[in-house]
């Protein structure tokens, strides 16, 4: 089984101040780590991803995320914020191996002017 | 770049009646993913072909069928339709290697009268 946790519902936070997104997983075996932007009535945008290297991973729009394995997370971060990254963001993981991704439930960020 | 593909964007049915969503993957990807999101809830994983096969399956009703073609599109077939069918679907697509990102399309807007 496999499953990730996200456990703010919205993220504050001021234009300009940085940004940070919580994700903790859970999966047997080595894990594939993604974050995914959707906006309103939108898709799912890929933004990066964690498969093996360095801990660090830098993606698209200016994001970065840290895994960190003695954790079981995979923080998303963004050091100086933009209104236009108000949206919501999806952690996922799958199971090296397996197709199947599991998201999590969504953490809605606002960047307030 | 060439993107997922989903058509209809937007698609409504009575109860009890039969609906069929297509997805053409990004060109050279032979992998096809369907997913449902139900109002503000995670995308759910249903299915997954791979070459023509399917690959893993997830919480996809048995009223449900889906299947990818020879072209790779894929179909998603939903019979007896319900209310709570009512959700967005989506359609990813990958290549077949080790830690290969889903790219998703933009959805299929299904409402259930």
């Known amino acids: 089984a496999q499953s990730v946790a996200q456990p703010e519902d919205q993220v504050n936070v001021a234009e300009g101040n940085p940004l940070t997104v919580k994700c903790t997983y859970s999966?047997?075996?080595?894990?594939?780590l993604f974050w995914y932007v959707q906006y309103p009535n939108r898709g799912l945008q890929f933004l990066l991803k964690?498969?093996?290297?360095?801990?660090l991973v830098k993606g698209s729009y200016g994001f970065e995320a840290e895994f960190n394995k003695s954790q079981t997370s995979f923080h998303l971060k963004k050091p100086s914020a933009l209104v236009s990254d108000s949206a919501l963001y999806f952690c996922?993981?799958?199971?090296?191996?397996?197709?199947?991704?599991?998201f999590g439930i969504g953490t809605k960020l606002q960047v307030i002017p | 770049a060439a993107g997922v593909i989903q058509s209809p964007r937007h698609l409504i049915k009575e109860k009890r009646e039969t609906a069929t969503l297509k997805c053409y993957p990004i060109?050279?990807?032979?992998?096809v993913y369907w997913y449902q999101q139900g109002p503000g809830q995670d995308p759910q994983f249903l299915i997954s072909?791979?070459?023509?096969?399917?690959?893993d399956k997830g919480s996809i009703p048995d009223r449900f069928s889906a299947q990818q073609f020879s072209d790779y599109h894929s179909e998603l077939n939903m019979s007896s339709l319900e209310l709570g069918d009512s959700a967005l679907y989506f359609c990813?697509?990958?290549?077949?290697?080790?830690?290969?990102?889903?790219?998703f399309g933009p959805g299929t807007r299904l409402t259930v009268l």
């Open positions: 990813a697509s990958s290549s077949r290697t080790p830690g290969d990102t889903q790219y």
């Open positions: 999966v047997s075996g080595n894990p594939y």
């Open positions: 964690y498969i093996t290297g360095d801990n």
């Open positions: 996922a993981v799958r199971r090296g191996g397996y197709q199947k991704v599991t």
């Open positions: 060109p050279r990807h032979d992998t």
């Open positions: 072909f791979y070459e023509k096969m399917q690959s």
